[in-house]
């Protein structure tokens, strides 16, 4: 390692870099980080930074309120947006409390140790997640939701200053690391969506969260705001974060066998048995805000029931077409708003819990499922997903498999969480309620 750290510390050099941020997130997988000068680098990357951690967001113990930060070498990136004379480079870090010990409430962390139980099997899990977002204008300095374009799916240039600023996110990424594969005008006026290259779980995570604030970043500079809002207006297409998910054992694809029934292996359909058996507690996690809950529900392309597809896409799991080393379960309820660590973490879990117990998943249904009635849903065995962030936190308290995942001190955050904004929202006079009844009673 001493090795790594001088190799690092020439790049550092060579890039002319002036400030480094130390970067880790928050239980809600919001971005926090402290900068230091280059003069630091070699201090934070043999012994690591203490900084006090006591009002972060879910880390709040007083008692271990000093944690350590230890940046990962494979995480360092320039920022391109900033200026380049004094340039910003950043680490993703590991959080540690004393004697080198991981912090319990650090996301990385529990998507980290979900890994190394997928390693003991053997497996390495691989996720491609499709962030869509909305482009707002900005007035006065402050985000509104009037829109920036009125382009709809895969329009060309809908409006050129939006067209402009998903390209430069695109270079700007591309700068940093990310292998893009498509990027498109979606479903909604001023929606946008960018696909980059999957990869393993922890590498894609790390890439979920800078990617959002690259967007924001590059976005502001054009006086445009970059939200990951799941569904910030009612009545059209929300933001989702469909999650591509797979196993490879030895670099190969287990999920892919030619002789079995769709050409799936035994293997992937107990990933999605799991998948789907968790799903309800992974709702928690994958769907963290109110808000969220306004994109699940139909009629807009978002999932509602539990089921699975290899076709239609009103099923919570597709099994897109393509096979062989692209063979691959696409969960499609996870939002932006996750925190990518704990809602891979949770999903890996969830199939390993399959697999080890080789829970069948119920008959796909290659139907709408939004054309059913209840009775057919039911004989099919298909349930629903929560309808609330309070339902959907008592249904993750309710499966030990995805609480023993994240950790006490995880699940203890997000109950603080859920009641506060449960809370907050219920004590909340909504519009639409004035609207309904001030005039009638
Ligand atoms: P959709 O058809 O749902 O719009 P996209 O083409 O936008 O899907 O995105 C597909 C995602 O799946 C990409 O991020 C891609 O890299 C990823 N992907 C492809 N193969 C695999 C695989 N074997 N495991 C996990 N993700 C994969
Ligand atoms: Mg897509
Ligand atoms: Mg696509
Ligand atoms: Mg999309
Ligand atoms: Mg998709």
Known sequence: SGDVVSGMLERIDADLIKFIRLQFTDILGIPKNVAIPVEQAEKALTEGIWFDGSSIEGFTRIEESDMLLKPDPATYAILPWRPQDGRVAR???????????????????????????AAKMGFSFNTGPELEFFLFQ???????????????????????????????????????????????????????????????ALDTADKVITFKFAAKAIALKSGMHATFMPKPI???????????????????????????????????????????????????????????????????????YVSWSTANRSALIRVPAARGNSTRAEFRSPDPTCNPYLTFASMLAAGLDGIKNKIEPPESTDVNIFHMTATERKNLGITMLPGSLYEAHEALLADPVITNTLGNHVVSGLSAITTAEHDSFRMAVHPWEIERYLNTF
């Open 234 to 304: 009612g009545g059209i297409n929300g933001s989702g974060m469909h999650t591509h998910g797979s196993l490879s054992k030895d670099g190969k694809n287990i999920f892919f066998d030619p002789n079995g029934d769709k050409q799936l292996s035994d293997t992937a359909r107990y990933y999605i048995g799991g998948l789907l058996h968790h799903a309800r507690a992974i709702t928690r996690v994958a769907n963290p805000t109110i808000n969220s809950y306004k994109r699940l529900v139909p009629g807009y392309e978002a999932p509602v």
């Open 138 to 200: 900005m007035q006065n300095g402050r985000p509104t939701t009037e829109f920036v374009d009125r382009g709809a799916y895969f329009d060309l240039a809908p409006n050129d200053a939006a067209e402009d600023v998903r390209r430069e996110i695109v270079l700007a990424l591309s700068d940093m690391g990310f292998e893009i594969e498509a990027s498109h005008h979606e479903v909604a006026e001023s929606q946008h969506e960018i696909d980059f290259k999957y990869s393993d």
């Open 91 to 117: 680490f993703i870090c590991d959080l540690q409390t004393y004697g080198g010990k991981p912090f319990e409430g650090d996301p990385r962390y529990v998507l980290k140790k979900t890994l190394a139980e």
